[in-house]
């Protein structure tokens, strides 16, 4: 096959920022949320046909809520592909103002939902219209119960598109003017967009152009440091005052409640992890020596570990495609239809290009029951691993679509599984094949490069996250500040065992400055570790597991995340024993590791 590089916007909205489709929808939004408004404030709980009304109020929700995901999808796809692109950012101002209309239409019936008596509730429930979506309906009644009054709520709301989330779209606008200059072997110098800058400094071969780049990288992050500060300060600054105002001090109460997971959870997992830091030390150390180094550098944390006289295998984006397809075929053949669907229908833009915006994700279209990928692919094995995570998100979407849409609105924590799961298919997949010893250490570091990533930098992340929270609750932190707190987080979170940081880190990750979810980074780990669980359910069950592992996906909306681990995989997530066994998982590469290494040192 000769798959696009380029994904397909024009089925979604025809004519990009200039899409008069795109404007007509906003239009019949407008009005759909009207009359959604409308029916909120007639409807009565305590009426005889207080389930009708309900039952078709949460139809009219489905079709706006729906309505402004797949708008919100385009735009996102718009900026994404060209961060230059100002009619995007015209868009995404005019969708800003639909949310908390939206919020100010929906926030009556969480009160309503708060005052109606326990009796009566328990019965709406009982309605088999409603029973389906009652662990959801239950969610919003306890919001209700915690909201401030419609008016006050309504306030918030509307502050907030020029609030917070204007400093989120603020950072979007500090980061199209980073670029970074790099000399070409044939002694040009061209200018790279933060995406490309980044592939190459983590990842390109050559030692001395990770470290020229990781220099320049550091120093353009740092250069507008107090513009990032004023950001982030403000846009922090905006939530914890929205929890104040909800007598809310706890700054962890809505990242947990979001991710439907307890504390003993969250806590359990990180003693795990960190009482189990060693091994992973040792990796980086072991690495560190492959690449006639005392300490690993930060910029060599993905680079690829290339001995004798072997060179990294490469695909070409057909490549990694026929690849995915083939390995998520031997788990689930629906896995692999799905994925050779989306690459026919040019859902992934992936082309290797300036102007680009940095990372990765997957985006739901629920309208046209679709997704949309955005990558920056440049043939390495890694990226493949990265590709295949991406469809395991749109995989997770695409068999919840016939549920009911509450039902669908699953957290990032369980969100990470499905596509960590589908990584670990393929990096395995990549194992299993390797040819001689040296291609075996190559690809066990490409898997290791993700555990780092879960245990060591993203725990810098949660560590200086919860550190910045407790300074932003006292006032203002300046940028030096914030950059001696990510030096520190990083230290602690690695154990001290690189030979440089990046003290910058903070003003360069985008997760800092989401404005939709706080503390974006420790269900990157839980999702990890609960897929390492469910893999090795699948490895033992081969094929039969299809079935109870689209089963478990289709649950991850409609209970907490203690209550599917219970259902789905009998475990309690509140003890070490299942975050241990996953860990263990790991520590058998990293003793394969060591051991080829050795042998290979010895030489």
């Known amino acids: 096959m000769n798959y696009s590089l380029n ?38 709980l305590t009426a005889e046909n207080a389930a009708d009304q309900l039952a078709d109020i949460l139809a009219e929700m489905t079709i706006a809520g729906n309505g402004l995901s797949q708008c919100g999808t385009f735009v996102e796809a718009l900026l994404s592909q060209n961060v230059n692109d100002a009619k995007a950012k015209v868009l995404a101002g005019q969708l800003a103002q639909f949310y908390p209309l939206y919020q100010a239409a929906t926030v009556p019936l969480t009160l309503k939902f708060s005052a109606c008596a326990a009796d009566r509730w328990q019965a709406l429930l009982a309605d088999p219209r409603l029973a389906p979506v009652a662990f959801r309906l239950n969610e919003e009644r306890r919001n209700g119960s915690e909201s401030l009054p419609e008016e006050q709520e309504n306030i918030i709301s509307h502050l907030a598109i020029d609030g917070q989330s204007a400093w989120s779209e603020h950072y979007a606008t500090l980061v199209s003017t980073i670029t970074i200059p790099f000399t070409q072997a044939d002694g040009t110098t061209v200018e790279l967009s933060a995406g490309q800058a980044f592939n190459k400094m983590m990842g390109d071969p050559d030692p001395t152009v990770r470290a020229d780049l990781f220099a320049k990288w ?92 072997f060179k990294e295998r490469t695909f070409t984006f057909d490549e990694a495609a026929a690849f995915i397809i083939q390995h998520f075929n031997q788990f689930s053949p629906k896995m692999a239809d799905f994925a050779q669907s989306a690459f026919e229908k040019n859902w992934i833009e992936a082309e290797d290009r300036p102007g680009k915006r940095p990372g990765g994700y997957c985006a739901a279209l629920p309208e046209t029951r679709e997704s949309r990928i955005f990558m920056t692919y440049g043939n390495a094995v890694g990226e493949v691993a990265t590709l295949a995570h991406e469809l ?49 250490l190559n690809l066990l570091d490409i898997k290791m490069q993700n555990a780092i990533a879960m245990f060591m930098n993203i725990h810098a992340r949660f560590i200086f996250e919860t550190d910045f929270y407790h300074s932003r609750q006292a006032g203002l932190v300046s940028a030096a500040e914030i950059t001696e707190k990510m030096l520190a987080a990083q230290k602690e979170a690695y154990c001290d065992s690189l030979g440089n940081w990046h003290p910058h880190f903070w003003s360069a990750k985008l997760h800092f400055f989401i404005d939709e979810v706080p503390f974006y980074n ?82």
């Open 218 to 309: 550091e120093s353009a992050w740092s250069q507008p440091a107090d513009l990032f500060a004023d950001t982030l300060n403000h846009l922090d600054g905006f939530r914890l005052t929205n929890y104040k105002l909800h007598g809310v001090d706890d700054f962890m109460k809505q990242p947990l409640e979001y991710n439907r997971l307890q504390k003993a959870t969250l806590d359990a997992m990180w003693q795990a992890i960190s009482d189990n830091k060693q091994p992973f030390v040792d990796f980086l150390n072991r690495k560190a020596a492959l690449m006639g180094k005392e300490k690993l550098d930060w910029q060599d944390q993905d680079a690829p570990v290339i001995v004798g006289d």
């Open 7 to 44: 994904w397909d916007l024009d089925s979604i909205f025809p004519g990009g920022s200039d899409s008069p489709q795109f404007q007509e929808r906003l239009n019949q939004l407008k009005t759909q949320i009207e009359t959604l408004t409308l029916m909120i404030k007639k409807v009565d």
């Open 392 to 440: 395991g998100h749109a995989f997770h979407s695409s068999v919840m679509w016939d549920l009911p849409a509450m039902n669908q609105e699953y957290a990032m924590n369980v969100a990470e599984t499905a596509s960590t799961f589908a990584e670990l298919i393929v990096a395995d997949a990549n194992l299993k094949g390797a040819a001689t010893p040296e291609e075996k």
């Open 522 to 603: 420790f269900p990157y780990t839980f999702g990890y570790l609960f897929s390492l669980g469910i893999y090795a359910k699948a490895q033992a069950e081969g094929t039969g597991f299809e079935d109870k592992y689209i089963a478990l996906l289709r649950d991850t909306a409609a209970m907490t995340t203690e209550e599917l681990a219970a259902k789905h995989l009998d475990a309690d997530l509140t003890k070490p024993d299942f975050w241990q066994a996953g860990i263990d998982i790991l520590k058998t590469d990293i003793a394969e590791f060591l051991q080829l290494s050795e042998d290979y040192l010895s030489k």
